[in-house]
């Protein structure tokens, strides 16, 4: 998938892959341009999802980093239904997923 992805030039900023039901996997993504995924997806007969909205968080790499995203969330009642994140260079992402209704407050917390 990834290298069907690679082959059509789409540029994915993050993606989580783990077991799902009946000895499939799930891979979510986050792709720069989500009109290319769907092309690359329909070109290569994989089958994609409804489209969902997650935030893509992205900052300077220090101690409390991811923490502190979450922090606001919490403080804001936001219940996470996941998350994940790295770093290296200086830098780090995580991608925080909530749920639909929770969209506005997240967005709100976070300041976008």
Same mark, same amino acid.
């Given at each position: %998938?990834?290298?069907?992805?690679? $082959?059509?030039?789409?540029?994915?900023?993050?993606?989580? !892959?783990?077991?799902?039901?009946? =000895?499939? !996997?799930?891979?979510?993504?986050?792709? $720069?341009?989500?009109?290319?995924?769907?092309?690359?997806?329909?070109?290569?007969?994989?089958?994609?999802?409804?489209?969902?909205?997650?935030?893509?968080?992205?900052?300077?790499?220090?101690?409390?980093?991811?923490? $502190?995203?979450?922090?606001?969330? !919490?403080?804001?009642?936001?219940?996470?239904?996941?998350?994940?994140?790295?770093?290296?260079? =200086?830098?780090?992402? %995580?991608?925080?997923?909530?749920?639909?209704?929770?969209?506005?407050?997240?967005?709100?917390?976070?300041?976008?």
């Amino acid at each position: %998938m990834l290298s069907a992805l690679k $082959e059509a030039g789409v540029n994915l900023l993050n993606f989580t !892959a783990f077991p799902g039901a009946g =000895g499939k !996997a799930q891979i979510d993504v986050v792709a $720069e341009d989500a009109g290319a995924l769907a092309a690359a997806a329909k070109k290569a007969g994989l089958t994609l999802s409804a489209r969902k909205q997650a935030f893509f968080i992205q900052g300077a790499n220090r101690a409390g980093a991811a923490a $502190e995203v979450l922090r606001k969330l !919490a403080d804001a009642r936001v219940n996470i239904r996941a998350a994940n994140g790295s770093s290296g260079q =200086g830098g780090f992402g %995580m991608i925080v997923w909530v749920a639909p209704s929770d969209y506005a407050a997240a967005a709100k917390a976070l300041g976008v």
